[in-house]
């Protein structure tokens, strides 16, 4: 059972990236997941969160109208599209899942006790 982020690079201010994470020994289909980064020197921070109860995704402000979640079940992976990239986006970026829980919120000081966590990837948006 693991979660597989790739994705992550270098890329320079306005440009775009796209995250994914594969499931295998689970289903994301059936799984609340949020996706948190980390910034150096910052606590981390859940920045988007789909609901599987509510079939509701939630994205704190600073992403919004930039970054977009999306899942392809088939594939049993989602995705982290991220357009018109700032250099405060420099981050490790991480997606967690787990079945059994809804949304715990967005922003830093968030519940992260989630049954599935990726390996994290790095973000670097120069200016």
């Known amino acids: 059972v693991q979660l597989q982020a790739s994705g992550g690079g270098l890329v320079q201010a306005g440009g775009s990236l796209r995250l994914s994470c594969a499931a295998s020994?689970?289903?994301?289909?059936?799984?609340?997941i949020t996706w948190f980064r980390q910034a150096p020197g910052k606590e981390r921070e859940a920045i988007i969160c789909y609901s599987v109860r509510s079939e509701s995704t939630y994205y704190t402000d600073s992403v919004k109208g930039r970054f977009t979640f999306f899942r392809d079940s088939a594939k049993n992976t989602v995705y982290l599209q991220m357009n018109s990239l700032k250099p405060e986006d420099t981050a490790v970026y991480f997606c967690?899942?787990?079945?059994?829980?809804?949304?715990?919120?967005?922003?830093?000081?968030?519940?992260?006790?989630?049954?599935?966590w990726g390996q994290g990837a790095q973000v670097t948006v120069s200016s």
């Open positions: 967690a899942a787990d079945p059994k829980r809804s949304c715990g919120g967005l922003g830093v000081k968030v519940s992260m006790l989630y049954d599935y």
């Open positions: 020994g689970f289903s994301l289909a059936s799984s609340t």
